[in-house]
């Protein structure tokens, strides 16, 4: 008897369980087509409409800053209904259902929150949330923020050039392969410029001796932490402090950034602790903070694709631009006129293979690594995008880049992580020598002056930028017309001439300099494209004795001739 009363006893709990477990199934499947689930607890609410808001557009300056506004009128922007902050009456309604707001999304007018059963009940029933978003809980492969990333001791080497304005120690390399020297000794460091850093934390920049000049300079403008809700974001991850010490570090002799005069806001969007797709969220949020707080450029070496359950994995057909919600989010950011630098992702040699989010934005700059030599490194991500866009963009010294350590020293890092900030903080000093231009012209001038424009690859993009020349085309740009435009520089010459031109018709152009008897020292012969700006640069010219020579320029349609002089 007590064993049959012992088996019914088991059965009861056994329905009893089965029940909770059912309404508990039923209600996870509500909770999901209604607000989209994005990571356990945590979900992400549409919301209906911004009416009755105490904002409008006609009064921009109650939610951007001046910078904000400046930027947009800088550019033609006009402040749009995706400008005005999410309806404050909204976000407590939803809070007072014991809720807890985790971020606000403006652009996408969503609130991402943390809330129980209980709390779900009630935000489905409120009258301003619509429906539901389909991306559910995707939990991301614990990893650093890009995979494949690694450093190594830095081996000591003199790169002292009394030539150049700045001792750049071990970064002297990773800089001059862009020629971003040139652009730091006509005095474009970065200066007036705002940098918003989207990454995993900023381990000790308050502390260590690569940012001591940001610091006494006053170049550091906030932080913001979207994973743990606050301001503090020197305890966490190194990987930001890295990023940004190729921007912002000033140790002369040792390290010295690409745009060390820059200012900064440091911003935490990435939990490398425990990551979920709620991370796309906390990037957006990233974006808007730097879009409002006035941010002329973001640099984000960050990226999103496979996930732990492979049927909630991106596919490589989501790769088209129009997708991801950080890919959504990078392009809304480029539109408020802000120019956005990704890292093209380290998955070359996985089983992924492709760029990610939001690398793949059509308006962003994704930028892949190759070594000290210029050459495609092994693990930097494949292009094109799924629509055939050209990805990455254009690549920087992703191999043996030098950083700050943790320790206090310079070390060596892998990962495109390391190739983005390259090219940010020279677009930023490019955007200082030329500021009325647009973000996108400015995106589109970097993409020019690379190495092989021409012919894009999908390893390598456009190439490696040639900043210099960026600048020079920039500069020249409403002499691109129907007439052809040549430049030969620098005049007096020393070591080196460049010849810049920029042709209408695709032709062959023979190069030739003679001295002053007629007798031919140098010949050449340069191919061009149609509408394409041609750069050409003639090295080993110290055996020149001291003198004037000619330089001339031949084709079907180009008869150009001039003076230079070698020192």
């Known amino acids: 008897m007590h064993e049959l009363i012992y088996k019914l006893k088991v059965i009861k709990c056994f329905i009893n369980h089965a029940l909770v477990m059912f309404e508990a199934i039923i209600l996870i499947t509500i909770s999901y087509e209604l607000h989209g689930q994005t990571a356990p607890d945590k979900y992400r609410i549409l919301l209906s409409d911004k009416n009755n808001s105490p904002f409008n557009t006609a009064n921009p300056q109650a939610f951007l800053s001046n910078r904000a506004i400046q930027r947009r009128l800088n550019q033609n922007i006009p402040i749009k209904q995706n400008d005005i902050p999410v309806n404050q009456s909204y976000v407590s309604a939803v809070k007072n259902t014991g809720a807890t707001i985790l971020t606000k999304s403006k652009w996408f007018n969503c609130l991402t929150v943390y809330a129980d059963s209980s709390a779900l009940s009630e935000i489905s029933a409120l009258p301003f949330v619509t429906g539901y978003n389909k991306v559910i809980a995707r939990n991301i492969a614990p990893k650093q923020p890009f995979e494949n990333e690694s450093e190594e001791p830095a081996l000591f080497k003199d790169y002292s050039n009394s030539t150049n304005l700045f001792n750049y120690g071990y970064a002297d390399n990773q800089i001059q392969m862009l020629n971003g020297i040139a652009l730091h000794n006509q005095g474009y460091q970065g200066q007036g410029i705002v940098i918003a850093v989207l990454d995993a934390g900023f381990y000790n920049v308050d502390d260590l001796p690569a940012f001591d000049s940001l610091w006494e300079n006053k170049q550091i403008l906030g932080t913001r932490d979207f994973v743990d809700n606050d301001t503090m974001v020197y305890d966490a991850h190194t990987h930001g402090m890295q990023v940004l010490s190729i921007i912002g570090g000033n140790m002369p002799g040792e390290l010295v950034g690409t745009a060390p005069k820059a200012k900064f806001w440091l911003i ?51 790769m088209d631009g129009n997708t991801a919600r950080a890919t959504i989010g990078a392009d809304i950011a480029a539109s408020k006129g802000m120019l956005v630098v990704v890292s093209a992702g380290n998955d070359g040699n996985s089983s992924w293979y492709y760029i990610g989010s939001p690398a793949d934005a059509d308006s962003v700059i994704a930028v892949g690594a190759v070594d000290s030599a210029g050459y495609y490194v092994f693990f930097s991500s494949h292009g094109p995008t799924y629509d055939g866009r050209v990805k990455p963009n254009v690549t920087a010294k992703g191999y043996l880049t030098a950083i700050q350590s943790s320790s206090g020293s310079v070390t060596l890092g892998n990962g495109t992580s390391f190739s983005c900030p390259l090219i940010s903080g020279l677009a930023a000093c490019l955007w200082q020598a030329n500021p009325g231009f647009t973000n996108m012209e400015l995106l589109h001038a970097i993409e020019m002056s690379a190495d092989h424009y021409q012919n894009p690859d999908n390893n390598t993009g456009y190439g490696i930028p040639n900043f210099a020349q960026a600048n020079l085309i920039l500069n020249k740009y409403d002499d691109f017309t129907e007439n052809n435009y040549i430049c030969v520089f620098p005049n007096p010459f020393s070591n080196y001439l460049n010849i810049e031109f920029y042709t209408v018709d695709s032709q062959s152009v023979n190069i030739e300099i003679s001295d002053i008897v007629g007798r031919i020292i140098y010949s050449g012969k340069k191919p061009t494209f149609s509408n394409s700006f041609n750069f050409i640069n003639i090295n080993d010219l110290t055996c020149l004795s001291r003198g004037i020579y000619i330089i001339k320029l031949t084709s079907d349609s180009i008869s150009f001739q001039t003076k230079i002089i070698k020192n």
């Open 268 to 318: 935490r969007t990435e939990d490398t602790g425990s990551e979920f797709i709620i991370e796309e969220d906390n990037w957006v949020a990233g974006a808007e903070f730097a879009d409002s707080a006035g941010a002329d450029i973001i640099t984000t070496s960050l990226g999103y694709n496979t996930f732990n359950d492979p049927v909630q994995n991106h596919t490589y057909a989501d």
